[in-house]
Structure formats: structure tokens, C-alpha cells
């Protein structure tokens, strides 16, 4: 089975930093794609940032100059460094992966969800 685990979140004041993480484990033979999503209350999930497999990174414009995205394939393990936090980005941060299993079968994992506050 493919189990990713997601850390890093908190309570943390407006323009603190935090740094999530998010490990991947399990029967893979390739991780594509990988991003973090986020989901405020009452609002749908929203793509913060991806990184394919060569290390192309994207960002949703409200994030591009103050979080940045990066993995390490060795560990299977995506990151994400938030600095200058806005209380606009208090949501509940969800790992994802696109991966090909170890029967080649391409498909979306999605972590835990780790809730990430940021107070004014």
C-alpha cells in the first residue's frame, strides 16, 4: 500500500515561517507529480504548489515569492517552505502524489491533512 504522511503545521504569528513536509512510502515504482493543497473552511481545495519528478516547480499566484516547493527523490519526500505567513493562509495543507505503483498503475494519493494557523 502507499501511504504518505504530512508534518510541519502549527499556529504560527503573521510573517513566521513554517515548513511542512510529507513523506511517501509504500509499493512505488515512480512518483510524478507531487504538490500541496490547501482547503480553508467553507472554501474547495486549492493547488499551493507542484514539482514534477525533474524539479519544475509551480505556484499559485496568492504563494509565488514567499513559499517555495522542493523534494528529495532519494527519500521520496516532498517540502514546503512558507515564509511571510498571511492570516489568508490558515487552512488545512493536504500532501498529494501521482504516482505510477509497483503495477504501473497511475494514480492520485493524498495525505492526512495538516492544519497550518497563521494570527494576525
Known amino acids: 500500500q502507499v501511504q504518505l504522511v504530512e508534518s510541519g503545521g502549527g499556529l504560527v504569528q503573521a510573517g513566521g515561517s513554517l515548513r511542512l513536509s510529507c513523506a511517501v512510502s509504500g509499493s512505488i515504482f515512480m512518483i510524478n507529480a507531487m504538490g500541496w493543497y490547501r482547503q480553508a473552511p467553507g472554501k474547495q481545495r486549492e493547488l499551493v504548489a507542484s514539482i514534477t519528478s525533474g524539479g519544475t516547480s509551480n505556484y499559485a499566484d496568492s504563494v509565488k515569492g514567499r513559499f517555495t516547493i522542493s523534494r528529495d527523490n532519494a527519500k521520496n519526500t516532498v517540502y514546503l517552505q512558507m515564509n511571510s505567513l498571511k492570516p489568508e493562509d490558515t487552512a488545512v495543507y493536504y500532501c498529494?502524489?501521482?504516482?505510477?505503483?509497483?503495477?504501473?498503475?497511475?494514480?492520485?494519493?493524498w495525505g492526512q491533512g495538516t492544519q497550518v494557523t497563521v494570527s494576525s
Open positions: 498529494n502524489a501521482e504516482l505510477l505503483d509497483r503495477v504501473l498503475i497511475n494514480r492520485d494519493y
